[in-house]
């Protein structure tokens, strides 16, 4: 390869790490529900919590929430690599939320089971520090 080559190789190459970073750079600010969430590739294990805590303030555990509206909240301890929260009721990804309020919406009536889990910044990390809590629609 002569030297413009080599140069339209490497600018491909780094184009095509960096694409898929800068998508997901964008997707970090989003403090709601995600659509298309269901398409993220399935979690492995839970990584070492490495000083990462949460802890679900609301819904109390419990809770009869009227509506499909159901407001979170929670404190957040990033520890070593947190970044934000993903969110799974009744083990479906719901949302992720980087902020401690939110709300998670078109919940269906019934009981439900809401679990936080402490994420790294590339969505792709969570980490062994959850909570769960049990609350009613209605
Ligand atoms: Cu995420």
């Known amino acids: 390869m002569n030297i413009l080559q080599t140069g339209a190789f490497l600018i491909t190459a780094i184009l095509a ?14 403090d709601m529900p995600m659509k298309g969430m269901e398409k993220m590739p399935a979690k492995s294990a839970l990584q ?56 998670l919406n078109g919940i269906k009536p019934g ?9 790294t910044a590339d969505h792709n990390t969570e980490l062994n520090a959850t909570d769960k809590v049990s609350f009613t629609t209605k």
């Open 17 to 30: 790490i960096t694409a898929p970073i800068a998508a997901q750079d964008r997707m970090q600010g989003m």
């Open 48 to 103: 070492p919590a490495e000083g990462a805590s949460v802890k679900i303030v609301s819904p109390k555990a419990g809770e009869v929430v009227k509506g499909d509206q159901v407001p979170l909240e929670f404190k957040l301890t990033k520890g070593k690599r947190g970044a934000h929260v993903h969110a799974y009721v009744d083990g479906e990804m719901m949302g992720m939320f980087e902020s401690e309020k939110g709300t």
């Open 111 to 119: 009981q439900h089971t809401l679990e936080l889990r402490v994420t």
